[in-house]
Each structure stands twice: as structure tokens, then as C-alpha cells.
Nanobody, 132 residues
Framework: QVHLVESGGGSVQAGGSLRLSCAASEYQGRLICMGWFRQAPGKEREGVASIGSGDVGRYYTDSVKGRFTISEDNGMNTVTLQMNNLKPEDTGIYYC?????????????????????????WGQGTQVNVSL
């Protein structure tokens, strides 16, 4: 079992920045891969970014490349998503998730979209609103 808690959401104007953090706790062993997903109203949850332990296999969905940066520290206990130059289409609920099998590392190396099916543990989500 992994307990994930997100923080850092909020409301900003287009062009602004937000920094999301995910704190992981109550797990045994080592977290291999972590990711961020988002869900806009009426849309499916989509993978935004992911990272493997040791800063390997980073993945970004095309729409955020060059604007978002995912990082991890403290042995994957904390995963951060720095979001710059935010756009209204970035609005949604952002979820942190843990992939115990490490599939997202392979996705990152292949530049293939990460899947919700590979992530077993989820945070409660944090709201991001970007206005014009």
C-alpha cells in the first residue's frame, strides 16, 4: 500500500506557473516509478508526465513538453511537477500516482503514453485552474 498526497494546486492566469508536489508514505521497499495525470471536466484522465527512480525514463505528453518538468528526490518520497507558461487547456484535477511495476520507465524510454492501468496507487487530486 502506498499513500500519496498532492499539494500545490491553485488558480493562475495564462502564462503563470504552479508547482505541484506529491508526498509518498506508508510503503515498504522502493518506489520504482511515479507519474502525474490530469482530468478535465468531461474528459478522460490523461498521463502528463512520469519519472523512474534514479531520474530515469522521463516521459511528457506532447502538449506539456518544454513547459512542465517532473523531478524526484529523497528516494522517490517526493515527486514534483513544475508547470510553467500555463495555458487554459491545462485546467483540471491533477493526480499523483505510483507504478509499482516500473512500466512507466519503459514508456518513457519509448516516448509512449503512460497508462492509468500501470498505476496502482493514486492520490486524491489537486485542482489546477488556468484562466485567460
Amino acid at each position: 500500500q502506498v499513500h500519496l498526497v498532492e499539494s500545490g494546486g491553485g488558480s493562475v492566469q495564462a502564462g503563470g506557473s504552479l508547482r505541484l508536489s506529491c508526498a509518498a508514505s506508508e510503503y515498504q521497499g522502493r518506489l520504482i516509478c511515479m507519474g502525474w495525470f490530469r482530468q478535465a471536466p468531461g474528459k478522460e484522465r490523461e498521463g502528463v508526465a512520469s519519472i523512474g527512480s534514479g531520474d530515469v525514463g522521463r516521459y511528457y505528453t506532447d502538449s506539456v513538453k518544454g513547459r512542465f518538468t517532473i523531478s524526484e528526490d529523497n528516494g522517490m518520497n517526493t515527486v514534483t511537477l513544475q508547470m510553467n507558461n500555463l495555458k487554459p487547456e491545462d485546467t483540471g484535477i491533477y493526480y499523483c500516482a505510483a507504478d509499482p511495476g516500473g512500466q512507466c520507465i519503459l514508456s518513457g524510454h519509448r516516448n509512449a503514453a503512460i497508462s492509468t492501468k500501470d498505476f496502482s496507487f493514486w492520490g486524491q487530486g489537486t485542482q489546477v485552474n488556468v484562466s485567460l
